[in-house]
Antibody, heavy 121, light 107 residues
């Protein structure tokens, strides 16, 4: 199982950030499988953002729910995260990760390498 | 929302020491707790799930315990490769929450 995040490295304030997670070694059409997003501001703790399951059930961080959207493109093996009205506090490394309700529950077990997004004008 | 706290925030120890990190939840999460290890510039690595289930390939010097609101991660004999930051994460609720982390460094 591998995952890789892609997207812009620099975003201007108020813009919308769109990140893509491209994965291999599993399918989002498999029952119990999910892909989530987690971020980490420089030098700070991990923050869970969102999760989408094989059945298109979606979960969001309550504090960011109004700004986040997670979608899947199953044939392309991709999950897309959008974050609207971005601002400098959103500067972080963004990770995507695999989950399996069958194996361990909704926790990230396989992670991508992460992509650093800087918000600055 | 379920809030997670960890103590201590930083822990200085010698190689060979037994170290314990505590994680507390703001409400009962049964045993729905995971522990991760993260090294600088790397993605977190899952160590333990369901409070005490060790992931395949994780050394047996790592162990987890607890239920309800109080949990711990113990490293029985600290090794040079163990110097890292450790995070707990609850998955009892609709949304998941990480703790603030505990950095384990060399004394």
């Amino acid at each position: 199982i591998t995952l890789k995040e892609s997207g812009p490295t620099l975003v201007k304030p108020t813009q919308t950030l769109t990140l893509t997670c491209t994965f291999s070694g599993f399918s989002l059409s498999t029952s119990g499988v999910g892909v989530g997003w987690i971020r980490q501001p420089p030098g700070k703790a991990l923050e869970w953002l969102a999760l989408i399951y094989w059945n298109d059930d979606k979960r969001y961080s309550p504090s960011l729910k109004s700004r986040l959207t997670i979608t899947q493109d199953t044939p392309k093996n991709q999950v897309v995260l959008t974050l609207t009205n971005i601002n400098p506090v959103d500067t972080a490394t963004y990770f995507c990760a695999h989950t399996s309700l069958v194996d361990r529950g909704p926790i990230p077990d396989y992670w991508g390498q992460g992509t650093l997004v800087t918000v600055s004008s | 929302d379920i809030q997670m706290t960890q103590s201590p925030s930083t822990l200085s120890a010698f190689v060979g020491d037994r170290v314990t990190i505590t994680c507390r939840a703001s409400q009962s999460i049964s045993s729905w707790l995971a522990w991760y290890q993260q090294k600088p510039g790397k993605a977190p690595k899952l160590l333990i799930h369901k409070a005490s289930s060790l992931e395949s390939g994780v050394p047996s010097r790592f162990s987890g315990s607890g239920s309800g609101t109080e949990f711990s991660l113990t490293i029985s004999s600290l090794q040079p490769d163990d110097f890292a930051t450790y995070y707990c994460q609850q998955y009892n609720s609709y949304s998941l929450t990480f703790g603030p982390g505990t950095k384990v460094d060399i004394k």
